[in-house]
């Protein structure tokens, strides 16, 4: 009967530890798979933020180039209205570009709502000089000038861009 008992009783132990010990790895995994597909969540809200990024940078960059080109066919002599035409489409174009690039980034960096909006009004300026230029031939100058602007305040979205890229702690 001891021999029994004793047998009864490891048997018992045996199968608490190991019920215990598959529960405890089932928790481990469960921990360890939330753990993995937080750091897949957040690479992946990363690597979309800094599409959204990359695509209103490239516009940006896009739009000065055409602008630069349109006042410069705008000022040609003999000037040629219908190439000053198809570079102010261009520009146009480029500039619904930039718009819907800055929505699609305030969706993904709400925090850049701001930014974004000194952004597209700076660019926004400098496509209004732009279209003064091509109307009136004249006043290049404010059209310069509204380009450095945009180009000053694309440099500082991309500084703002990168340090919310390089918050992980904050990416949801």
């Given amino acids: 009967m001891d021999q029994a008992l004793a047998a009864i009783v490891g048997a018992g132990v045996g ?70 035409a198809q570079h102010m489409a261009a520009v146009e174009q480029r500039w619904a570009v930039l718009q819907t690039a800055r929505i699609v980034a305030v969706l993904e960096a709400p925090a850049l709502e701001e930014t974004l909006a000194a952004l597209e009004g700076s660019h926004g300026e400098m496509v209004n000089q732009v279209r003064n230029v091509v109307r009136s031939n004249t006043r290049w100058g404010e059209a310069a000038t509204a380009g450095g602007v945009a180009s000053a305040s694309t440099g500082h979205f991309v500084d703002k861009a990168q340090k919310e890229l390089n918050n992980y702690e904050g990416a949801t």
Avoid: N, Y
């Fill in 15 to 84: 199968s608490i530890g190991a019920t215990f010990a598959a529960v405890w790895a089932g928790r481990q995994s469960k921990w360890q798979t939330k753990t993995q597909m937080r750091g897949q969540h957040l690479q992946w809200r990363r690597e979309s933020r800094r599409t959204a990024f990359a695509d209103v940078i490239r516009a940006c960059g896009d739009l000065q180039h055409l602008c630069k080109e349109t006042v410069a066919a705008t000022l040609e002599t003999p000037r040629d209205d219908e190439a000053v």
